[in-house]
Each structure stands twice: as C-alpha cells, then as structure tokens.
C-alpha cells in the first residue's frame, strides 16, 4: 500500500529552517545508510527470485529519471543525514548512462560513499569507467562455482561473465570486492566451502545471506532455507573460522557477522536475516526505482516522493515527508510473527 504525503498535511517550515535533521523512528535508530533502487528490470530469472517468464515491469514514466534521482539523494544528503548510497535494481547495469549519474552523486556537497550491488553481467567492460566515475565499491551476487549449477539456478548461461566482471571490480580498485552468496538446500548448498575458497584466492570478501521471503511466487519456506548456522558447520568442516574482536566491536549497524579464516587476514561473513536479524541497529532506508520510501523489506507500506517532486514540492517539503514516513518505522521485520505476510513487491523492485 503506498502512503500519499500531501503538502497540506505536513508542518509548516519557518524562513531559513534547513538545518540537517535525523531520519529517526520512534525505537530510536537512525538512518544513515540509502538503498536506490535504480530498475525493477533484471537480466537473470534467479529461482529464488522471480519466474522464469520474468515480471510485469514498470513504465518507463513511472521510473524516477536521472534528475529526479540526483535531487532526492541531494536533499538526503544535505538535509536528513544520508552519507552512503547503494545502488541497486533489478539490476542496476541495466540504467542507460549509468557512468553519468554516478559521476553527478559523486559532486554531491557533503559527498556521499556510493556502492553498487550487481549480478555481474557487463561489469567486466564497465567496471573501470564506473570507478572513474565515482563509484568507491562493488558487491556482486554468485551462488556458485559451478557453470551448470549457475545456469540451473539463474536460468541464463553467463557464469563466466559474472567470473569476469568480479575480476575487473578488482583491478578498478572498487576495494573492497565483496561477492554475495545464497545458498539453497539440494542444489548449491555443498558449494559454501568452494565459494570460500575461491573468494580467498582472489582477494574477494564472500557473505553469505540467508534466504528471505521475498520472491515474487511466494514460494519460500523457513524449513527449507539453509541457515546461518549450517553455512558456518558447512565452513567449518574444511576451514578454522574465529570471531576476530576487532571486527566484532566495529560491526555497529553492518548485517554480516565476519569471521576471520585461520591462517589468512581474510574474513568471511554470514547474514542471518532470519534466524538471528539485526533490525535493532539498522540504519538503512530504501527508495524504490519508482520513487517511494520503504522503512524495510519487509514494509507492507510506502510513502510516495515521486507525487511530491512531480507535483513541485520544495525541497523542505520533500525533506519533511521523508521523515514523517520514517517515523513511521516498525521495531522489526516480523518474519517469526504468525500475521507476517510476505511484501506485495518482490525483492527485484524493492531493491536490494
């Protein structure tokens, strides 16, 4: 359900009241962290994610355009705290000139770290001009070594594409390199220790995320998700892992627990989004490729900026409804909660 913020319901900003204020809720968390969500289009069918005949995507009227986009960032920015941008999709390789709208969030003033999650597939020939650009990092999703196993799981034949991009990441300098993992029961889940090795040999950070209720068939089942706690004995059949106390003290609002590979400086991370989430210290705001505010993933609801910006809203009016939707933040994503209901968008449009 989308939430309209109409002007007339907002308070009235006084002359020259523009200092930067949070975006807290009422549990006392602040949000720092910004998810754009820059498509809802993805170049894969992950089974875990979508059908095979893909989705119903959006218009391209409906989508935020590149000016749009600066402008939001720019007010979360300058006005409500926002000092990391993630971009995100769908997939985010698929936004016509997307070396251009990087390079105009790098310009922002105070300027914010911009991270990109990515499938992999057309990294290999962008990642340079990405890093030009602006871009200071790069997250990319692979599931498994194996090219068959790719294919079954992905229903498209481009692991080597994926393979090849995370290597250009790397010699971009998009440091750190980190390459998610999501592991599903029967099919890739014997995979954990070869995903490590291969991440250790090619100075990759792996995380590894439990599966989460959000694929559009609805399909996920709690008793089929390979947990957290099996990723780990899986590891730990082959390596020595030790929580470092270093990195423990300095995780703050960070989703993976990171555990440091006996033997090496190197850290693998396990994000246990189900079994044991962390929604106390999140610090994360979303905002959908269609310009609306999501509190979380798992948010039944959202506040509609689009309406705003189209309907030629100020800036603090526009900083005004962002705060009013993030007041409205829920202490926790409820999956363990026996009303919980999956969102109605899957997580190809809330955006990663």
């Not at 992905?154 to 010699?171: F, M, N, P, Q, S």
């Not at 959908?288 to 506040?303: H, K, M, N």
Request: glycine share 10%; net charge neutral; hydrophobic share 45%.
């Amino acid at each position: 359900m989308t939430v309209l913020l109409g002007l007339p319901g907002l308070r009235t900003r006084r002359p020259g009241a523009d200092a930067q204020r949070p975006l807290a809720d009422a549990y006392g968390r602040v949000a720092s962290d910004l998810r754009l969500s820059l498509t809802d289009r993805c170049n894969l069918r992950c089974t875990y994610c979508m059908p095979a005949e893909g989705l119903d995507w959006l218009g391209h009227d409906e989508l935020l355009d590149d000016d749009e986009i600066v402008r939001l960032v720019r007010i979360g920015v300058e006005r409500l705290g926002i000092t990391t941008v993630r971009l995100t999709g769908g997939e985010p390789l698929l936004r016509r000139g997307l070396e251009g709208l990087v390079s105009r969030l790098a310009a922002l003033e105070p300027r914010p770290s911009l991270a990109l999650t990515t499938n992999g597939i057309g990294l290999a020939s962008r990642a340079q001009g990405l890093a030009d650009a602006g871009l200071d990092r790069v997250n990319v999703s692979l599931d498994t070594m194996d090219a068959a196993t790719f294919a079954r799981m992905t229903r498209r034949r481009r692991h080597a594409d994926v393979l090849a991009g995370i290597r250009a990441a790397h010699a971009a300098g998009l440091a750190p390199v980190k390459m998610n993992a999501v592991l599903m029961r029967g099919i890739n889940d014997h995979e954990a220790p070869a995903l490590l090795r291969w991440a250790l040999e090619h100075g990759v950070q792996l995380r590894f995320i439990e599966q989460m209720p959000l694929d559009a068939q609805h399909g996920w089942s709690r008793t089929a998700m390979v947990t957290a706690a099996e990723i780990l004995e899986r590891l730990r059949a082959e390596f020595a892992l030790v929580v470092d106390p270093a990195h423990a003290a300095a995780r703050g609002s960070a989703p993976a627990e990171l555990f440091r590979v006996v033997g090496t400086d190197q850290t693998v991370g396990v994000i246990a989004s189900v079994t044991q989430p962390f929604c106390g210290a999140c610090d994360r705001v979303r905002l959908t490729a269609d310009g609306q505010v999501r509190t979380c993933l798992f948010a039944r609801e959202e506040s509609d900026l689009r309406a705003l910006l189209r309907g030629g809203a100020d800036d603090a009016t526009i900083a005004d409804a962002w705060v009013v939707a993030m007041a409205g933040k829920q202490p926790g994503h409820g999956i363990d909660d026996p009303s919980f209901l999956q969102p109605d968008r899957p997580m190809s449009a809330i955006g990663g």
